[in-house]
């Protein structure tokens, strides 16, 4: 066996051992990341649940869909909502049994189906809520919840 046949072995076992090191780091590198990939299925699997529980609701809570069924409800039993109306005249008047009547006049700024297109329908004691929708610093405010007298 010559030097240069010798010299090669050398090498070559250098080489095994430092291929044999890198294959241990990446064998401990993809082991780490199973372990990180399997805690955050894990995590995912669980917020998963917790999102279903919101949407649909368990025994003891309401579900997403069962509030807005619920808000559904309120809404459209809150009366009229009235927006991009500003008050322009309000005179308070005195009943015969002395409780306060308070007349407004309004302008509308735009019309349409929040607006006043059908006024002749407004129930008699239905309930109204009165929006000014300006900037606060222009004027704009919740004017108030109103209970219609006469139309």
Same mark, same amino acid.
């Given at each position: 066996?010559?030097?240069?046949?010798?010299?090669?072995?050398c090498?070559?076992?250098?080489?095994?051992?430092?291929?044999?090191?890198?294959?241990?780091?990446?064998?401990?590198?993809?082991?780490?990341?199973?372990?990180?990939?399997?805690?955050?299925?894990?995590?995912?699997?669980?917020?998963?649940?917790?999102?279903?529980?919101?949407?649909?609701?368990?025994?003891?809570?309401?579900?997403?869909?069962?509030?807005?069924?619920?808000?559904?409800?309120?809404?459209?039993?809150?009366?009229?909502?009235?927006?991009?109306?500003?008050?322009?005249?309000?005179?308070?008047n005195?009943?015969? @049994?002395?409780?306060?009547?308070? $007349?407004?006049? &309004?302008?509308? =700024?735009?019309?349409?189906?929040? %607006?006043?297109?059908? !006024?002749? @329908?407004?129930?008699?004691?239905? $309930?109204?809520? &009165?929006?000014? =929708?300006?900037?606060?610093?222009? %004027?704009?405010?919740? !004017?108030?919840?109103?209970?219609?007298?006469?139309?």
């Open positions: 066996m010559s030097i240069w046949n010798k010299i090669l072995v090498l070559i076992l250098v080489a095994s051992l430092a291929m044999w090191y890198f294959g241990m780091r990446a064998l401990a590198t993809h082991r780490a990341w199973r372990e990180a990939a399997k805690k955050l299925e894990g995590q995912l699997a669980q917020l998963k649940a917790e999102e279903a529980v919101l949407r649909e609701g368990d025994g003891t809570r309401r579900g997403l869909r069962q509030v807005k069924v619920e808000l559904a409800k309120y809404v459209s039993q809150r009366g009229r909502v009235w927006f991009n109306c500003r008050p322009m005249q309000m005179a308070v005195k009943t015969p @049994e002395g409780s306060d009547i308070v $007349q407004i006049s &309004l302008v509308f =700024e735009t019309l349409g189906l929040a %607006g006043l297109t059908d !006024v002749q @329908e407004l129930p008699v004691d239905s $309930q109204v809520y &009165l929006f000014d =929708e300006r900037a606060p610093q222009d %004027g704009g405010r919740y !004017v108030g919840k109103f209970r219609v007298a006469a139309v």
